[in-house]
């Protein structure tokens, strides 16, 4: 009964260097979805992809953000030159793609990135 | 106005009572309502999902949504110390599969 699996769960990385951060979806669901969650606040909406499609990326930052979900393999989400505010978890769900606009997102356990 | 508010509490309560948690949320178009709990580290766990006017029951936890108001609530009965976390509620951002969290309430149940 596997669920959303993300990793690493914890990554550090020094200013200026590059995080991957990797999701793989619940077996059968083909939608993912990349959330930001800064200390003490609540998640952001980020990114939504199907396989080999962004769907929405109204979320993302326009520079330096980047996300993927190609057709063999898990979604990435690639932050490069990290700097301090990046610091944050990072939470993938996935969902069916059955209802439009009511699918469940269930979430994956984070990756929490520290950019020293 | 923020799209979805939370009051973030906390709310304490005695084991054993009726916790009540509270979400207005901005847009009337919204379709999809979720409650989510979540632990201090961890990631956010769904306990209910609602899209109906009315209540849904699950165990011990019931859905409110009353769409003409823009509010949802979520009733936690016999509250334990376990159901102490922080409640997220979430709305799907109009015609959009993206849901708007807002920041959440955290609930204390005291033995």
């Known amino acids: 009964n596997a669920g959303v699996m993300q990793n690493p769960r914890h990554l550090v990385r020094r200013r200026g260097q590059e995080a991957r951060l990797r999701c793989s979806p619940m077996?059968?669901?083909?939608?993912v979805y990349w959330y930001r969650q800064l200390p003490e606040e609540g998640l952001k909406f980020m990114v939504y992809?199907?396989?080999?499609?962004?769907?929405?990326e109204s979320g993302m930052p326009k520079e330096r953000f980047s996300a993927e979900f190609p057709k063999e393999g898990p979604s990435i989400l690639r932050i490069q030159q990290v700097v301090r505010g990046d610091s944050a978890a990072y939470f993938c769900?996935?969902?069916?793609?059955?209802?439009?606009?009511?699918?469940?997102?269930?979430f994956g356990p984070g990756t929490r990135l520290t950019v020293l | 106005q923020k799209e979805v508010e939370q009051n973030s509490g906390p709310l304490s309560v005695p084991e054993g009572a009726i916790a009540s948690l509270n979400c207005t949320y901005s847009?009337?178009?919204?379709?999809?309502f979720f409650w989510y709990r979540q632990y201090s580290g961890k990631s956010p766990e769904l306990i209910m999902s609602?899209?109906?006017?009315g209540d849904k029951e699950d165990g011990r936890f019931t859905a409110q949504l009353n769409k003409a108001s823009q509010y949802v609530s979520l009733l936690i009965r016999d509250s334990q110390p376990s159901d102490s976390a922080t409640y997220l509620c979430?709305?799907?951002?109009?015609?959009?599969?993206?849901?708007?969290f807002g920041t959440g309430t955290r609930l204390q149940v005291f033995p």
């Open positions: 769900a996935s969902s069916l793609g059955q209802h439009k606009y009511t699918d469940t997102q269930y």
């Open positions: 077996k059968g669901h083909s939608h």
């Open positions: 992809l199907q396989k080999e499609n962004i769907i929405d």
């Open positions: 847009d009337r178009v919204s379709q999809s």
């Open positions: 609602i899209y109906s006017n």
């Open positions: 979430a709305v799907n951002a109009p015609n959009t599969d993206k849901l708007i």
